[in-house]
Every structure is written in C-alpha cells, then in structure tokens.
C-alpha cells in the first residue's frame, strides 16, 4: 500500500495524468466538433430527401390531379422502400384526402413538429418529426415528413462513443501512470540503497546504467562520475595518511634521538648548540615535508587557478636553465638546453617555474658525475612538448608510475636528500594546467615528456 501510495505521488504519475487530462479536453473539443458537422451533415440529407419527394408529388398532382396525387401516396405510403415517411395530403379547404398525419395549416419549407399518438399506436409512438411542406397551385397543401428518430440515435451514438474512449483513455492513462511511475520509484529506490550503501562504507558502490541514455541515465552516468572522482579522493587520502605514518616516522625518531642524547649525553653548551642545531634542522625537513603536502593539496583543489595569465613557456624555461647550470657544473653535470622561442601558455608562472625546476632537479641529483641534463621545448600541431632528459641509471618500466605518488622512493634513491614529494607536486602542477605527463627511455637514461 506504501508503495502504491509513492507512485501515485510521483512525478512521472501526475504528469501521465496531465497528458490524459490534456487528451481528454483535446477529444472533447473534437466531439463537439464532430457532433456539430454530423448533426448538420445528417439534418441537411434529410431535409433534401423530402424536398425531392416533395417536389416529385407536387410534379404528379400538375399531371393527374389531386385525385392521381391521392392514389401515388396511397401507393407509396402502402409500398414505401426509403424507411418511415410519412405524408399528408389536404384539399384547398384543408380538409384530409389522404395520408398518415393529422391535418394542419399549410407551411411552405422544412418545418418540425412531434406527431401525437394515435389510438392503437404503442406508448413511445409520440414522436419528434422532420417535414417538408409544400402548397400546391389550387390550393391543395402537401407534407413529407421523415422520423428525427435517426438523427437522434446518431446523436446518441456519438456520445456513447466519446463516453467509452474518454473512459478508456482515463484507465490506460492512470494504468500507464501507474507502470511509469513504478518504473520511475524503482530507480529512485535504487540510487537511494546506493547512496546508503556508500554512507555505509562501501565506496565501490554505483547506481546501475539501463543504456537506454534517457534523463534518469545521463543523470546516474554523471553522479557516478562524481562518486568515481570522490573515491580517487578518499583513497588517496588514506593514501596519504598511511604515507605520512609510514614516512614521518623516521625523521620524528630521529629528532627524538637526537633530543634524547642531548638530554643524557652533552655536558657542555657547545654539545647542547650541536644537539639543538641538528633537531631544528629535522624540524625544519619536517615543515618542508608538511608544506609541500599542504602544497601539492591546494594545486589539486583548483586553488590556483585565478591567478592564470599568460606565460612565456620559452622564456621560463631559459630562466631554469641559466639558474641551474653553474650547480650542476659544480656537481660535474653538464646542462644542455634546446628551447624555440614563442611558445605560450595560460598557466600560473611560479607552479610552472617549480615543475620545470623538480624535473631539472631530479635529474642533476639522481644521475651520476659526467651525465649530461637535457632540456628541449618544442612547438607542436596540438601545443608544445617539452622534454628533460638524462643519460644515467633511469626508472624500471615496473615503477615508472609508482614515482609521482606520495612518498614515493627507489630503493637507490633512499640514501639521498629528499622527501619522495618532488614528482607528486610535479604531477599536481601538470594536471592543473591539463598538461600530459610520460616517462620515457633515453637509452640510456629517462625522459620526462610534458606535452599539451
């Protein structure tokens, strides 16, 4: 009963009820109009039957008289093939000489009248006629009349007509309603047992897809895109929340360490200056750590992107360039570049400056003395394509996406300076700018590839 009671409540029943109120109003407006042209369509075909047989006495009585006229109705009232008509014949004096009707004063033209019953005729004989009267030239007076009775019965059926269909319609209408809107109920259940399925911890849930691509699909393809987006979050959330347990527990056990000594081990201020110096100084790696974080996750939520203009991608790239090659000289790296000119973006200068700048510097730090750092920019049928290469050690294909995670660190890589947040804050800039990022072989060495 519940749930007969929510759809006869949904939108989908009431507005199947609409279209059949609209139909129904539109079938009336079409019954009076068929009742109205049959009604004058049937009245104006008898009217013109009992003229011409009208006219056709009146053409006997010119050439046989009135008694000739009297015999041709006695003959075709006794023999009469065109259904009830009725007749009546008078003299000049008004008197009755032959016929089925009671007399009455001469009327020229179509005239109704209702026939009285007569002695012997049964109850329902009182009857609503249709004649034709004509008054001849001596003076005698003529009428054929036909039963309206027809007429009637035609009136009657059409009514009936609309009556059944108007009836039929109502019931298929609110049948009709009543299977869309069960339809309708049934996929709102569905999304509803989703979406509490999802506040219940499964996050994997998703509200089915008919594919017929109506409203209701096009609506569930998008919320499940959202819940799609929502998962990526909160998994990489957790993500996140694992990585920073797992990856600060070393440098805070170290800071401990170190707080620990100082308290058991220093004697003297220099030992205590030393203790404190190397305790802000993983202080300070700890901030860093929690800056970039905090970094990576306001690139991601779209922060910066109201401060887009237009950047001189060629010019930027130059900047790094002339930046980082007297490092990398000193480190034994050799810093080549191969950059065309006018190449532009709509982009955040800085966030591209600290792309560029991670890329250059992963690979000054994690390639060996005597490798050579490449940097090309180059323009492209789609945008551009820039390129830092390196000739060292490079990535396993196996890890190659695992890099740009949180945290994230090779095993040759952990012995070096550094979080594992470099490439995750890279990944982050390259998707706020719709950039494409790709790891390549250099053979030897790697290839990051950025390209629009």
Do not use: C
């Amino acid at each position: 009963m519940a749930r007969l009671t929510r759809i006869l409540r949904s939108a989908t029943f009431r507005l199947a009820l609409v279209y059949a109120g609209l139909f129904v109003v539109s079938a009336g407006v079409l019954f009076a109009t068929v009742f109205v042209i049959a009604t004058a369509a049937l009245q104006s075909d008898m009217q013109a039957v009992l003229r011409t047989e009208a006219l056709q006495l009146a053409e006997i009585h010119r050439r046989s008289g009135l008694l000739g006229l009297a015999e041709q109705v006695t003959r075709r009232m006794n023999f009469r093939t065109r259904g009830p008509i009725y007749y009546l014949v008078q003299a000049p004096t008004q008197q009755v000489v032959v016929g089925n009707l009671p007399g009455m004063p001469p009327v020229d033209g179509v005239v109704d009248f209702v026939r009285d019953r007569a002695a012997g005729d049964p109850e329902d004989a009182r009857s609503k006629l249709t004649g034709f009267g004509l008054t001849l030239r001596d003076g005698s007076f003529i009428l054929v009349a036909q039963d309206a009775g027809r007429l009637i019965d035609m009136q009657h059926a059409i009514i009936q007509a609309f009556a059944w269909a108007g009836a039929l319609t109502l019931l298929l209408a609110i049948g009709g309603g009543i299977l869309l809107g069960s339809n309708f109920v049934r996929r709102i259940d569905t999304i509803g047992r989703t979406s509490r399925a999802i506040m219940e911890g499964d996050l994997a849930a998703r509200i089915p897809v008919r594919g017929n691509n109506d409203e209701i699909d096009q609506l569930v393809v998008g919320l499940n895109a959202m819940l799609d987006r929502i998962q990526q979050l909160m998994d990489g959330l957790r993500q996140v929340t694992s990585d920073i347990a797992h990856d600060l527990r070393t440098p805070l056990g170290r800071l401990r360490q170190r707080l620990e000594d100082a308290r058991e081990r220093a004697t003297t201020t220099a030992e205590y200056e030393a203790a404190t110096e190397a305790a802000i100084a993983e202080a300070d790696g700890l901030l860093d750590i929690f800056s970039a974080l905090l970094r990576i996750a306001q690139i991601e939520a779209g922060a910066r992107t109201s401060a887009f203009a237009e950047v001189d991608l060629s010019s930027l790239l130059r900047s790094i360039v002339d930046a980082y090659a007297p490092s990398a000289e000193d480190a034994g790296h050799k810093l080549d570049a191969a950059i065309e000119g006018s190449v532009t973006i709509i982009g955040d200068r800085q966030l591209l400056a600290q792309l560029f700048s991670n890329l250059v510097e992963n690979a000054l730090a994690h390639t060996p003395p005597g490798s050579t750092v490449r940097l090309t920019l180059r323009k492209t049928a789609n945008g551009f394509e820039a390129q830092v290469v390196d000739n060292g050690p490079g990535i396993p294909e196996a890890e190659r996406e695992k890099v740009f995670d949180r945290f994230y660190r090779l095993d040759r890589s952990r012995t070096t300076k550094g979080s594992g947040l470099g490439l995750a804050l890279v990944k982050a800039i390259a998707s706020l700018h719709g950039l494409s990022l790709a790891l390549k072989d250099n053979n030897p060495g790697l290839a990051v590839v950025v390209s629009r």
